[in-house]
Nanobody, 121 residues
Framework: EVELVESGGGLVQPGGSLRLSCTAT????????IAWFRQAPGKEREGLSC??????ISYYQDSVKGRFTISRDKNTVYLQMNSLKPEDTAIYYC????????????????WGQGTQVTVSS
């Protein structure tokens, strides 16, 4: 069974950095896309970034482009977050499936439990 485990969240001051990790187990992920989403209180879950497994091509939403970097090392995907803002406060989730990269959340069957990121002074 496919499982995803996120880690790396926490409390950081505005302008600070965090690196989130997402480790996938239980499947052959060579052809799986892995994406990062976040959900703030009272808001819809939004896609932030995605990396294709085969080509390693990465994609970013405009809201995080230039500040966040997605990367992968075998079955672990990282999200390096720099220049964090209070509006980045949310629960961050990784998701994966045997699909091409998309920000449509319902395309992904497999989700991690989420990790809280709080940006506050």
């Amino acid at each position: 069974e496919v499982e995803l485990v996120e880690s790396g969240g926490g409390l950081v001051q505005p302008g600070g950095s965090l690196r989130l990790s997402c480790t996938a187990t239980g499947g052959d992920f060579d052809d799986y896309a892995i994406a990062w989403f976040r959900q703030a209180p009272g808001k819809e879950r939004e896609g932030l970034s995605c990396i294709s497994r085969t080509e390693g091509i990465s994609y970013y939403q405009d809201s995080v482009k230039g500040r966040f970097t997605i990367s992968r090392d075998k079955n672990t995907v990282y999200l390096q977050m720099n220049s964090l803002k209070p509006e980045d406060t949310a629960i961050y989730y990784c998701a994966t499936d045997f699909i091409i990269c998309t920000y449509f959340r319902y395309s992904y069957r497999y989700w991690g439990q989420g990790t809280q990121v709080t940006v506050s002074s």
